[in-house]
């Protein structure tokens, strides 16, 4: 069970969180003119990475707010937590 | 058997306060302060159970948590009855009754025993190579295996008791109450750490407390009496709390642990009523000290088991905090210098000790000369060959140990005794350290594993981290505080140390016999009756992996999971094998380190609180009305209300042609509503939803269907433009918070430009559906200012108004395809404002329906429930709704999705309308459809999604996804039973009112 620091409320336990996949996806602004496996990318291609992940988290059971997190997948260790529309810190 | 081996009186048991109890429906006394083992072995018990696969009889082999045999059934036949619980933590108390598992018809004469002898015939992995075949048997040995499956019996009737959970947050969490943790948890605390200390046991202390060796001393005193006196001391530090009975089931990652504290089973049972009977913590601690002490490791030898082989360590400890001596004839049996405490302990309390055998060549430590000096005769180089006695032992067999201790020589002495302690080396109980997620080492000249790589805020101190004698105890313990807790003094500076150094060890993990190791038993897991005879038979069979080896061979899968001989495997494995044991590596230790009750899992959560409830404001009308209710997702929702005895059936039956002949009136207050604002939430809409919504007036109501990404419908529901800025949206019930979840993501995620704001507001509104040919005229009698005309208020419009004083948002929309109005109020007005409905509508014969018949009726128009028409692979254009994709639109969410190959196949599966050739035949939901009956295998066109006997249409209607359904118009299909097929044919899905000429009727 995680110590998550949500930027906005500080330091919760990980129940009042959820996991919301791999960070840093866009949704493609021009979504009509992709192809078939162009949009297949963005909509099912995930990696799974053992170590260094960047993800999304959402504070679902206190502000709501999405956030991301850098968290090396081999050992749980949270090693950055930082707000949507930030830049992601260099690894 | 009556004899009473009680030694001279220990301080831990009260014997002024003399205990009855039962074991096996035999009575039997003690003192308060013995455990059930204690109180047995006072009593001359050893043999408390059978093994489990052989059934041989098994006695009491330890003193604490770690033991694998004197596992019992607590309080059995009662409600209160607990299995495998370990014997030596069961506290006794007056009236308390136990019974041995794993026997019948009982643990002196046990039929299962016969297994022991066809023992050739069960080696490991018999079950997984005696079951294979042939495949059709199954079922039969299925029937045998599960009767021989399983320990102790679990309780028929509930649990009384209640259970608690508690959040403990602290600086400095302690584990184990050993000298270890109880000068850590002192120095912690007087440094202003905010410190919890728990051990397992009662007593604090763990094996020092009795610790009475001659040679170590503490500023000049035993350890066992300056231990005493810093435990006094305890009391008056701040900042300390000491929860005892407390066992830490599991250490997560981020320092999060579990621990089970045991507030009533020590209590009788007139003093356990109404009183929390075990509190699960969850602790999260800012720095872990692990004290979990060590583990004593038996020795394996053949035929190891007999009731009446014990540890050594347990034998010092029973004779010398429970004062009871274990056997009258006492042997010990070591490869290092502990056995000799264990049977000075013993002589000094006048207990005969008749010989130590010992597989070193010679020991000159203080301890092994002083036991020489009293008389006890020592055999060095010797090795136990075998042991006699089938419920208890009686004698063994001793021969000479060849240089490389893989052999005997020389000529067997026989020897008898009624007890032997095993003393095989201590073992770090790194358990809840490799929980944790940090990594262990192998020492090569310890030969144990130690921890190396922490991953959280956490030391190891004491024997788990490897530091045995007092010495190096103090140390290196002073040491690792000075440099965790950044302490400069501490108390263990000026502490003065003399111990006795031990200078030598053997280690042989498994010892020989004269015997061939086929015609042996040397027993490696009791519990599970794993000899080392499996291991080398899984290593021959060509399995590799300590993990493959524990699974096939089951050792240390019982419930003590392999506390005692994991080593031991470890080592067989790796001497066969020819390799190191720090290659190797160790199984993964899970938690619980000891079982859980169930109780202590869930906690509260039992009963009504399994799962949290929503109930809405008109629910008490419902529950004095007789409605039956169903759940949905959270909600108790009104299922249908039954008069004089009716049937569902019947029910719903009556409720459908009311509704549609009259009025009826519907709970509608869980439907999930989103308030949105803002000045972008016209354009939020219109990505959200596939239709368009940029050109809805001010006052009007649009249904809206919501999309995946996938392009699956995820939600459907009206939404009603308040203002200019404003909407409200309805959601299904059971989707309400993850819409919300949804639209939220996408505002603060993929579109933060967005001028939009959400609020849930479910439980502000309370929603009563009023529907049917009469419904304007009731409305019109609750609010008669209120302009009912089609011109002013028509279908898909919204108007505030005034009940009384009570303000209220009226929708004129429908999901029954009658003309109806959905009333909102203030929640807390919503129980009034449906009897205002039900009392203005008693003249048009007014009828409550539930849910089902909301189901119906919908059915009837062929409205899709998004949930049980649709499955997550259902596309709009599945559906047939391909009226409310707007193609306009340039962008909305899932609408690529539409455009791919997959979702523009022709013949997935589309929704249509079924009916049955007889009309009275209702299908069931679920069923599949064929066109075929003679095809095998048969192909699945689909199945039935929704099914009803229409009263309106007098006549059975069904809604179904079926492949390439849309072009199938008027085609004769099947729906196989398992006693008939019955002939449905394909139809257009609204069954009712096709031209919607009801909504204004």
Sequence with gaps: MFLINCPYCGERDQQEFKAGGEAHIERPKQPTELSDDEWAEYLFMRKNIKGVQFERWNHTHGCRKWFNMVRDTSN???????????????? | MNKNLRVKSSEYIDETNRISFKFNDRTYHGFKGDTLASALLANNVHLVGRSFKYHRPRGIMTSGSEEPNAIVQVNPGTNRTEPNVRATEVEIYEGLEASSQNCWPSVEFDIGGINNFLSPFFPAGFYYKTFMWPASFWEKYEFFIRHSAGLGKSPTSSDPDIYDHQNVHCDVLVVGAGISGILTAKNAAKNNFKTLLVDEKNELGGSTIFENNEFNKIDNKTPSEWLKQ??????????LEIKTRTSVAAYH??????????????????????????????????????ATGALERPLIFNNNDRPGIMLSSAIKKYSEFYGVACGSKNIFFTNNDSAYESALSLYNKGINVEAIIDIREQSESKIVKKVKEVGIKVYWSHTIVDTAGYKRLNGISIMKLSNDGTSVTGSKISISCDCLGVAGGWTPAVHLYTQSGSKLKFDEEKQIFLPN???????SVGSCGGDFKIDEIIKNLNQKLKDNLNIKETDLDNIKVEIDQENSKRNIWLLPSDKPLGKTKPFVDYQNDAT????????????????????????????????????????????????????????????????????????????????????????????????????????????????????????????????????????ASTLGKIDIQGSDASEFLNRVYTNAWSKLA???????????????????????????????????????????????????????????????????????SLCGPNSKK????????LDLSDESFPHMSFKEANIGHIQCRIMRISFTGEHSYEINVQASYGKD???????????????????????????????????????????????????????????????????????????RKQLVGLLTEDPNVVLEEGAQIVSELNQNPVEMLGHVTSSYFSPNLKKSIALAVVRGGKDMMGKKLFVPMENKNINVTVANPVFYDAKNERLNA
């Design chain 2, 453 to 459: 790589q922490n991953t959280s805020e956490q030391i």
């Design chain 2, 253 to 290: 990652q981020y320092n999060y642990l579990l621990a089970r504290e045991n507030l009533t089973d020590h209590l009788e049972a007139k003093d356990k009523t109404n009183k929390i009977r075990q509190r699960l913590l969850k602790i999260r601690a800012k720095k872990v000290i692990l």
């Design chain 2, 532 to 667: 080392a005879k499996d291991i080398k038979l899984a290593l021959r069979e060509g399995f590799r992996s300590i993990e493959h080896v524990k699974r096939y061979t089951t050792t240390g899968m019982g419930t003590d999971q392999g506390k005692l001989g994991n080593m031991h495997a470890l080592g067989i494995i790796a001497d066969t094998a020819g390799v190191k044991m720090g290659e190797l590596g160790t199984t993964t230790f899970r938690p619980p380190y000891t079982p859980l009750t169930f109780g202590t899992i869930v906690g509260r959560n039992v009963g009504k609180f399994f799962d949290i409830f929503r109930r809405t404001p008109m629910n008490d009308w419902h529950v004095e009305n007789k409605a039956e209710f169903e759940n949905v997702g959270q909600w108790k929702r009104a299922w249908y209300y039954p008069i004089n005895g009716e049937t569902m059936h019947q029910a719903v039956q009556r409720e459908s042609k009311a509704a549609r002949e009259s009025a009826g009136i519907l709970d």
């Design chain 2, 230 to 239: 810093e435990i006094k001391e305890l009391k008056d530090i701040k900042n």
């Design chain 2, 698 to 768: 001010i006052g009007k109501c649009r249904y809206g269907l919501m999309l995946n990404e996938d392009g699956m419908v995820y939600d459907d529901g009206v939404t009603t433009r308040l203002g200019e800025n404003h909407y409200i949206m309805t959601t299904t019930t059971g989707g309400a918070a993850n819409v919300l979840g949804k639209l939220e993501d996408y505002l603060q995620t993929e579109w933060p430009e967005l001028d939009v704001y959400l609020t849930s507001v479910t439980d502000h509104y309370a929603t009563a």
């Design chain 2, 833 to 907: 404002l449906w009897e205002k409905c039900m009392k203005a509508g008693q003249e048009f014969n007014i009828t409550p329906y539930g849910t089902e018949t909301m189901h119906l009726l919908r059915a009837e128009k062929g409205f899709i429930i998004v949930g049980q028409d649709t499955d997550g692979t259902m596309t709009p254009i599945d559906l047939q709704m391909d009226w409310i994709v707007s193609k306009k639109k340039y962008d909305f969410i899932g609408k690529r999705s539409l455009y791919r190959s997959d979702t523009m196949r022709e013949d």
């Design chain 2, 778 to 785: 009731i409305l019109k009698k609750i609010i008669p200012d």
């Design chain 1, 76 to 91: 749980d260790e949270i090693k950055a937590i930082y707000k949507m529309g930030e830049k992601p810190p260099s690894q």
